[in-house]
């Protein structure tokens, strides 16, 4: 099966510039995450989608970050304006957990998407 | 809340050696999962094993183990016949058995195998 999709790769802006990020789960995956992972620490969760609503955005800096998830499928990650300390790896996840569904399915995850903000 | 705690930043260990990850956790969840993840320098997280919180026995896959001590909070991740590929960044992770499925991660422990 393929595996969760994500883009750009590596991506280099000015403070105060917008970024978007985007993710394309496993099919038939119903929980989508956003994880950002800042240098030399572990993921932290940004945000939880269970089908195209959200689950958990609680860690989520909403003054600045936007996720989206139509059709519960993609799912595109907006930062607006970049801040120096948004320089992080951008990771996504699927996973089968959910509804009726197994809990200990494990997330999988993309490559991710590293972001350097100057 | 819950808490992933990994006290070893660093190891360093022989090509062919057994080597055990340490990861501590605290939680108020009656019912949880505990995963360990690999990272190496391309930057992925590869899920390697998942125990369950009322799984009656250690849960192994290849050539990794888990050392599940519920009583004491710990879910050490042993790796047997170690291999250069297995230099990488490990994590802990933890989620509830119900309710939002938050994933928590620890703060990974880097391994080096020397050859």
């Known amino acids: 099966e393929a595996g969760v999709a994500q883009s750009p790769r590596y991506k280099i802006i000015e403070k105060r510039q917008s970024v978007a990020f985007w993710c394309n789960p496993i099919?038939?995956?119903?929980?989508l995450y956003w994880y950002q992972q800042i240098l030399g620490q572990g993921p932290k969760l940004l945000i939880q989608f269970q089908n195209n609503g959200v689950v958990d955005d609680s860690q989520l800096p909403k003054d600045r970050f936007s996720a989206e998830r139509l059709k519960g499928v993609d799912s595109t990650l907006k930062i607006q304006p970049a801040k120096l300390e948004d320089s992080a790896v951008y990771l996504c996840a699927s996973s089968l957990a959910g509804q009726g569904r197994p809990y200990n399915s494990p997330l999988h995850f993309g490559n991710g998407t590293r972001l350097t903000v100057t | 809340a819950q808490k992933i705690t990994q006290t070893q930043p660093g190891m360093f260990v022989q090509e062919k050696e057994a080597v055990t990850l340490d990861c501590t956790y605290d939680t108020s969840d009656p019912s949880y999962g505990l995963f360990w993840y690999k990272q190496p320098s391309s930057g992925e997280m590869i899920f390697l094993i998942y125990?369950?919180?009322?799984?009656?026995q250690n849960a192994t896959e290849g050539r990794y183990s888990l050392n599940f001590q519920k009583a004491r909070k710990s879910a050490n991740l042993v790796i047997s016949a170690s291999q250069l590929g297995d230099s990488a960044m490990y994590f802990c992770a933890m989620r509830p058995s119900f309710g939002n499925e938050k994933l928590t991660f620890g703060t990974g422990t880097r391994l080096t195998i020397i050859p």
């Open positions: 099919s038939g995956h119903a929980t």
């Open positions: 125990q369950g919180s009322y799984d009656q």
